[in-house]
């Protein structure tokens, strides 16, 4: 039988790195690395969050001018029509209708 010492090398020195990789990641200097990481994602999330809100804000502000715009636009449209329709009524069955109503 013949024994493959790369394989069993390989393996050794794979359990050794993370031996070695457990300790270095529960250093105080990799635990205090990872509060400065964690902090930086929360003042991150902090500036998003601010900025959705104003985008929500000016969403809605841009959406309630675009409802009034068509509010104006719908009424002198309406008031184009009644003053083409009384432009149009100067005969005597206008008046007529008119009267009656």
């Not at 013949?2 to 250093?27: R, Y």
């Amino acid at each position: 039988m013949k024994t493959n010492w790369g394989k069993i090398g390989l393996f050794v020195g794979g359990v050794l790195f993370g031996t070695a990789g457990i300790k270095l990641l529960s250093s105080k200097d990799a635990k205090k690395a990872y509060v400065h990481c964690t902090a930086a994602v929360l003042r991150a999330k902090d500036s998003v969050l601010d900025q959705a809100t104003i985008l929500q804000e000016n969403c809605s502000d841009i959406y309630a001018e675009a409802v009034k715009i068509n509010e104006e636009r719908a009424a002198k449209e309406a008031a184009g029509e009644f003053a083409d329709a009384a432009e149009e009524c100067t005969s005597e069955e206008c008046e007529g209708a008119a009267a009656e109503a």
